[in-house]
């Protein structure tokens, strides 16, 4: 089992920056990748950013790239995934999730994964 938190979310003025954290538990030997999806309510949950348990190589959605970053953290027993969120559009106003999976193929396919969490809400007003 992998237990994910999202946190940090909130509310933000087009052009602001938020750092979402995922804290990830649990047995995450075999959950080695890491991927941010995020799902307005009258949209299809949408990937964002997506990164393997080595922190190499970052995988984002064309449209993110520039703007969004992924990172983890595995130091010292802590294992958090980050996205930096810079220069925020009403666009991306969102419940925002971390997903774990194993045998991953298609990154940003949400069936793909196996573990989720309950999601954080950014809220982005213009």
């Known amino acids: 089992q992998v237990h994910l938190v999202e946190s940090g979310g909130g509310s933000v003025q087009a052009g602001g920056s938020l750092r979402l954290s995922c804290a990830v538990s649990?047995?995450?030997?075999?959950?080695?990748?890491i991927t941010w999806f995020r799902q307005d309510p009258a949209k299809e949950r949408e990937g964002v950013a997506s990164i393997n348990r080595y922190g190499i190589p970052q995988y984002y959605t064309d449209s993110l790239k520039g703007r969004f970053s992924i990172s983890r953290d595995n130091t010292n027993g802590k294992n958090t995934v980050y996205l930096q969120m810079n220069s925020l559009k009403p666009e991306d106003a969102a419940l925002y999730y971390c997903a774990a999976g194993e045998s991953v193929v298609y990154i940003f396919r949400p069936n793909e994964y196996q573990y989720w969490g309950q999601g954080t809400q950014v809220t982005v007003s213009s």
């Open positions: 649990g047995d995450t030997y075999n959950s080695h990748r």
